[in-house]
């Protein structure tokens, strides 16, 4: 059984009995151990399985914690207990009450609001360049995150004094973009937990137990969902030296006002590391005690044998640093899986790859583009989409992108011109539209708002009529609009083709049907077209072949991962919640520190400890702080089991600047301060 296996401080807390518990587990110290002896004591003292909730960070942490489970109870018990993300949990709890929402990732709704700010004007109040549809998007997330109590536009202008003279436009723009998610039906992460959240204070869904793994990191709107669930007992696991997710709206005053906000709030520590050696932790224990202590705490090695103490190795230059720890691990008798090289740049780890390459070292570089991001796996699920979710705007959006002189406004007059053409219906606006509707339609003008009005331009209907297109769809009045070129009209034509085409039954026969469809060999063209396109403009028709090749490799391997669910709603759900936690490849891991957290390694490099670098000056002006790079570094040093290297050069030739130790190799005592 799980308690059996549990240290005394583990017994204590995974015990504990019903009410606000806090656990402080430093690294290496057991902490999903002792949340699978938590439920498992649950379960023993008669807590129903249906009855408890467990909160993750990853959905690998729940599944971990769950198989754990399985090896002393019943799948049919284990099965029963709520597990996931945040954000995947509330997906289930609307399911269950049967809210209907239709999730999209960050990178679509960016589309859709890209398309509401382009019909925006600025230049009349300001020649300041207004903010992207994705940049705002972003800042509106952390806006929500934040949990702030006043408006967005009130919000902006105090962070961005620039900006405030488009603060009134940037409201408005939200407040359609909003209407347009509502009309479609579409929520992001943020609003799966609002939706959830309202329910939860209705007391709609209530547990006896809530457990919340990795507590350091909830932002505001998650804290304000826990609050929100009505539960007998709450049990939060984590530590306030590992919170590293600020710039992602992280609120360490979350974890630190634990005690002062539960009156009978009791605080259980973690101290037993059974990852690092013992000059590791000494080394971490040493440079995180500078940041204030929220909770007492230290951590105790508990391995023992003979270890290398950590090393600090610095060079004379960027090129020649990556060049000899990539020279160490050509040497090192660890397996390539059981080395991390962590850094706190992209740069850094742009220069690692390239000189592991250079010497035959295979790497998994976590964080840069995985097989599911790729351009051709999302336009096979976007046309997909047309035919599972006809009101998918932004799938519709992203793969006219592939379609010359239509961007995201007119793809989406296009759209809207379709479902008012077929009543509702995408499918049916371009195989039977209702000629008799009227698809032009004023717009809205406001000055201050940005804008202006005008009626769309329309072109003859029988301009195309030459074209080599569908007979039946030249007389779609989707072509009177006017901005619609040949070149587009001949790609609406292979959508049109598309949907006019059996509907598919299962995921595999979706994407086979996308595979094998014009459309997608046109979008597979074009991009083959872009990456075998030379500085001078040149296509190189044998790179272009290759990358031709590898896009229909990806829709091959795509079509094989669909066959393992049974309908395509089911292969949607995993793409749109499962797939970002996949990876690819295998070797050596360069991750960045984020990227690193929750693992551990044999042999660890933490590199570019450069003043200003590491930590960083220019993401601490953004907002951070020396704390949190603080915390950056601990987490980093304390991935390492046996073997620890911290290294930085001190210059980079390429942009002639010299760089000093950084201050945490000084607070270490590796280093003397410049």
């Known amino acids: 059984m799980p308690l059996s296996k549990l240290n005394p401080e583990q017994y204590a807390a995974a015990t504990a009995p019903a009410?606000?518990?806090?656990?402080?587990?430093?690294?290496?110290?057991?902490?999903?151990?002792?949340?699978?002896?938590?439920?498992?004591?649950?379960?023993?003292?008669?807590?129903?399985?249906?009855?408890?909730?467990?909160?993750?960070?990853?959905?690998?942490?729940?599944?971990?914690?769950?198989?754990?489970?399985?090896?002393?109870?019943?799948?049919?018990?284990?099965?029963?207990?709520?597990?996931?993300?945040?954000?995947?949990?509330?997906?289930?709890?609307?399911?269950?009450?049967?809210?209907?929402?239709?999730?999209?990732?960050?990178?679509?709704?960016?589309?859709?609001?890209?398309?509401?700010?382009?019909?925006?004007?600025?230049?009349?109040?300001?020649?300041?360049?207004?903010?992207?549809?994705?940049?705002?998007?972003?800042?509106?997330?952390?806006?929500?995150?934040?949990?702030?109590?006043?408006?967005?536009?009130?919000?902006?202008?105090?962070?961005?004094?620039?900006?405030?003279?488009?603060?009134?436009?940037?409201?408005?723009?939200?407040?359609?973009?909003?209407?347009?998610?509502?009309?479609?039906?579409?929520?992001?992460?943020?609003?799966?937990?609002?939706?959830?959240?309202?329910?939860?204070?209705?007391?709609?869904?209530?547990?006896?137990?809530?457990?919340?793994?990795?507590?350091?990191?909830?932002?505001?709107?998650?804290?304000?969902?826990?609050?929100?669930?009505?539960?007998?007992?709450?049990?939060?696991?984590?530590?306030?030296?590992?919170?590293?997710?600020?710039?992602?709206?992280a609120n360490i005053d979350i974890i630190g006002s634990f005690s002062t906000r539960y009156e009978d709030a009791k605080i259980y520590a973690l101290n037993i590391n059974y990852r690092s050696s013992a000059s590791i932790l000494a080394l971490a224990n040493k440079v995180i005690s500078n940041n204030p202590r929220l909770y007492e705490k230290k951590l105790i090695v508990n391995r023992e044998g003979s270890f290398k103490p950590p090393r600090l190795l610095v060079y004379n230059e960027l090129i020649d640093q990556y060049a000899a720890i990539a020279d160490m691990i050509a040497l090192s008798a660890y397996a390539h899986s059981d080395i991390a090289i962590i850094f706190r740049n992209n740069s850094s780890a742009d220069g690692l790859e390239i000189a592991l390459k250079e010497r035959g070292i295979s790497a998994r570089r976590k964080g840069s583009m995985s097989f599911f991001e790729s351009r051709e796996v999302k336009a096979i699920t976007d046309i997909l989409s047309l035919i599972v979710n006809p009101k998918d705007i932004m799938a519709f959006i992203h793969i006219c992108e592939y379609a010359k002189g239509v961007g995201s406004a007119l793809a989406k007059e296009i759209f809207e011109a379709a479902l008012k053409l077929g009543h509702g219906s995408l499918v049916k606006g371009f195989l039977s539209p209702d000629t008799s509707v009227n698809i032009a339609k004023n717009k809205r003008h406001n000055y201050e708002l940005g804008l202006f009005d005008h009626l769309d331009d329309f072109a003859p209907a029988n301009r195309f009529e030459t074209l080599s297109i569908d007979d039946k769809f030249k007389k779609n009045p989707i072509l009177s609009l006017g901005r619609i070129n040949e070149h587009s009209a001949k790609f609406l034509n292979e959508i049109y083709?598309?949907?006019?085409?059996?509907?598919?039954?299962?995921?595999?026969?979706?994407?086979?049907?996308?595979?094998?469809?014009?459309?997608?060999?046109?979008?597979?063209?074009?991009?083959?077209?872009?990456?075998?396109?030379?500085?001078?403009?040149?296509?190189?028709?044998?790179?272009?072949?290759?990358?031709?090749?590898?896009?229909?490799?990806?829709?091959?391997?795509?079509?094989?991962?669909?066959?393992?669910?049974?309908?395509?709603?089911?292969?949607?759900?995993?793409?749109?919640?499962?797939?970002?936690?996949?990876?690819?490849?295998?070797?050596?891991?360069?991750?960045s520190v984020h990227a690193s957290k929750g693992l551990e390694f044999g042999k660890v490099f933490v590199v570019d400890l450069a003043q200003g670098r590491f930590p960083n000056f220019k993401l601490m002006a953004q907002g951070g702080n020396l704390e949190e790079e603080r915390r950056l570094f601990y987490v980093a040093v304390t991935r390492a089991k046996d073997e620890l290297y911290l290294s930085y050069a001190r210059q980079d030739k390429i942009k002639n600047t010299s760089y000093q130790p950084s201050c945490f190799l000084v607070e270490a005592g590796m280093a003397q301060e410049g």
């Open 497 to 591: 083709a598309f949907l006019a085409s059996p509907r598919p039954l299962s995921a595999k026969s979706g994407i086979d049907a996308v595979k094998n469809s014009k459309l997608f060999s046109a979008i597979a063209g074009a991009l083959a077209d872009k990456r075998a396109t030379l500085k001078n403009g040149n296509i190189d028709l044998e790179r272009r072949a290759q990358a031709y090749d590898k896009i229909y490799a990806k829709a091959t391997l795509l079509s094989e991962i669909a066959q393992k669910y049974r309908d395509v709603e089911s292969f949607f759900n995993f793409m749109t919640l499962g797939a970002s936690e996949l990876s690819e490849g295998e070797g050596v891991n360069l991750l």
């Open 19 to 249: 009410g606000h518990s806090l656990v402080i587990a430093s690294a290496g110290t057991g902490k999903t151990s002792t949340i699978v002896a938590r439920i498992a004591n649950l379960l023993n003292n008669g807590i129903k399985p249906e009855r408890i909730l467990l909160l993750t960070f990853t959905n690998k942490a729940a599944t971990e914690m769950i198989e754990r489970l399985e090896r002393s109870f019943p799948k049919r018990i284990t099965s029963a207990i709520t597990a996931g993300t945040f954000h995947s949990v509330s997906y289930k709890l609307l399911q269950s009450l049967g809210t209907k929402v239709a999730l999209k990732q960050p990178s679509e709704l960016k589309t859709l609001l890209k398309s509401v700010i382009e019909q925006r004007k600025f230049h009349h109040l300001s020649d300041t360049k207004p903010y992207s549809g994705a940049y705002l998007y972003e800042l509106y997330s952390l806006y929500q995150n934040g949990g702030a109590n006043d408006s967005f536009s009130s919000w902006l202008s105090a962070k961005n004094d620039e900006h405030a003279i488009f603060a009134d436009i940037y409201e408005d723009v939200l407040a359609e973009f909003e209407r347009e998610k509502e009309n479609f039906g579409y929520v992001d992460f943020n609003d799966l937990l609002l939706k959830a959240r309202e329910h939860l204070k209705n007391g709609e869904v209530s547990f006896d137990e809530v457990l919340v793994d990795e507590y350091q990191d909830t932002n505001t709107l998650q804290g304000s969902l826990i609050d929100a669930i009505q539960t007998k007992s709450l049990f939060c696991v984590g530590d306030f030296d590992q919170s590293i997710y600020a710039f992602n709206g």
